[in-house]
T-cell receptor, first 111, second 113 residues
């Protein structure tokens, strides 16, 4: 799995868009970008994933740069309940279905 | 409702005792996983199982054991050989045929006194 780099923490005002960056400069052509989040003392929650096209679902949008070396998770209207640690993971699809979580970004949404 | 359940939420044990953490899923998923999370850290894989009656060691399997006798159940035993068992333990499952979307349980916080 390619290594990822995320800022350790970020703040966002409630109601504003939260943009969480992830660098994955060693990503290979068949590796996907996955995003999970973990609210304090709960299990992680899958958010979204993509290969090279931008993706959007009911939770968030994922923007992947054209060279695929970085991506941004966008929460369009952050709420206090979005306060969590967000993990960016890069890996091959169906590669044994094992996930490795690094340190992630601690997002604090403030009123 | 479909999902993964872990019980109990909090567990206390004396040092030297084995303890078994339960994990049950009714999602009909083939694969199940156990992770450990220490304060302020990411998740580390302990064991995983791709199919009933088969399981594989993860990155930190020493001091742990598992069984997979039924598709819906994947209990984890923390043995007395585990040097630092106090941690937050997370169970997850996934459908092998799909992407790497894993569904996590609520976790069990184990404290060894």
């Amino acid at each position: 799995d390619a290594k990822t780099t995320q800022p350790p923490s970020m703040d966002c005002a409630e109601g504003r868009a939260a943009n969480l960056p992830c660098n994955h400069s060693t990503i290979s052509g068949n590796e996907y970008v996955y995003w999970y989040r973990q609210i304090h003392s709960q299990g992680p929650q899958y958010i979204i994933h993509g290969l090279k096209n931008n993706e959007t679902n009911e939770m968030a949008s994922l923007i992947i740069t054209e060279d695929r070396k970085s991506s941004t998770l966008i929460l369009p209207h952050a709420t206090l309940r979005d306060t969590a640690v967000y993990y960016c993971i890069v890996r091959v699809n169906n590669a044994g279905n094992m996930l490795t979580f690094g340190g992630g970004t601690r997002l604090m949404v403030k009123p | 409702d479909g999902g993964i359940t872990q019980s109990p939420k909090y567990l206390f044990r004396k040092e030297g005792q084995n303890v078994t953490l339960s994990c049950e899923q009714n999602l009909n998923h083939d694969a199940m996983y156990w992770y450990r999370q220490d304060p302020g850290q990411g998740l580390r894989l302990i064991y995983y199982s791709q199919i009933v009656n088969d399981f594989q060691k993860g990155d930190i399997a020493e001091g742990y054991s598992v069984s997979r006798e039924k598709k819906e159940s994947f209990p984890l035993t923390v043995t007395s050989a585990q040097k630092n068992p106090t941690a937050f333990y997370l169970c997850a499952s996934s459908n092998k045929a799909l992407s790497n979307e894993q569904f996590f349980g609520p976790g069990t916080r184990l404290t060894v006194l």
